[in-house]
């Protein structure tokens, strides 16, 4: 069994930073990409961010250059360090990965999201 948990949500003021984290646990071969999802209420779960093995990045166009994913492949986990947020980065946080699970397939896994909410 696979288990992707997060951490790091809460409130912060606009202007503010905050750090996300969310580690990978269970039975694990491998994992390949990961990365960090949003969603308002209502709408469609957004790309925020992704990270590759290796280490390449890509990014939503309105977090670049406020945001930084990044992974330590040691510990199965990835981070999004947010800077400069606004209230419209207002949402639930998911991350996701892509996990060969032992005796399984690669799959698509998630956590159940962490709250990150802007405001004064």
């Known amino acids: 069994q696979v288990q992707l948990v997060e951490s790091g949500g809460g409130l912060v003021q606009p202007g503010g930073s905050m750090r996300l984290s969310c580690a990978a646990s269970g039975s694990i071969v491998s994992i390949n990409a990961m990365g960090w999802y949003r969603q308002d209420p209502g709408k469609p779960r957004d790309l925020v961010a992704t990270?590759?093995?290796?280490?390449?990045?890509t990014y939503k166009e309105d977090v670049k250059g406020r945001f930084a994913i990044s992974r330590d492949n040691a510990k199965n986990t990835v981070y999004l360090q947010m800077n400069s947020l606004k209230p419209e980065d207002t949402a639930v946080y998911y991350c996701?990965?892509?996990?060969?699970?032992?005796?399984?397939?690669?799959?698509?896994?998630w956590g159940k999201g962490t709250l990150v909410t802007v405001s004064s």
């Open positions: 990270i590759s093995i290796g280490g390449t990045t």
């Open positions: 996701n990965a892509e996990v060969l699970p032992r005796g399984g397939t690669w799959m698509d896994y």
